[in-house]
């Protein structure tokens, strides 16, 4: 059950194909990019991302193709907690703890910097997992 409104759309190019991932750039764009004088203004800007479909499209689309890449609004939600908010509140959880036990701002700021070091390492070694669960797919 697909619906629009719960649906993120990206519009992309078809880089490369194989049976298990495609592989698609995607050019994103802030709203004054496309202005006519946006090359002598430097708040227009755009970035080129490179993403992994998986699934096999090789009969459905071919390199070069412009095509859409869509993820359901809870993928979205869940990469956004787990790249910002939990990290957030983990900081925020050690400087406060720190800071209440050792009274020293130094050392709570080290410490809850430090806190995100086995966060990231914890993601890396659930990556396969969270790939399962962070899942795009290609429309045309």
């Known amino acids: 059950m697909n619906n629009m409104n719960t649906d993120i759309r990206h519009s992309a190019v078809v880089e490369e194909i194989s049976a298990e991932r495609t592989r698609v750039r995607i050019v994103q764009s802030s709203a004054c ?3 006519k004088v946006a090359s002598r203004c430097h708040a227009s800007e755009s970035k080129e991302k490179t993403v992994d479909v998986y699934g096999d499209y090789t009969g459905r689309c071919a390199v070069g193709d412009n095509v859409f890449v869509v993820a359901s609004q809870r993928v979205g939600m869940f990469a956004v907690v787990l790249g910002s908010v939990l990290p957030l509140f983990l900081v925020m959880a050690v ?6 036990v050792t009274g020293s701002e130094p050392a709570a700021a080290l410490s809850a910097l430090l806190s995100l070091i086995p966060y990231y390492i914890l993601l890396y070694l659930f990556k396969e997992k969270i790939r399962s669960r962070l899942t795009f797919r290609i429309e045309r």
Not at 95 to 100: N, P, Q, T
């Open 33 to 35: 990019s496309t202005c």
């Open 95 to 100: 400087l406060l703890f720190v800071f209440a």
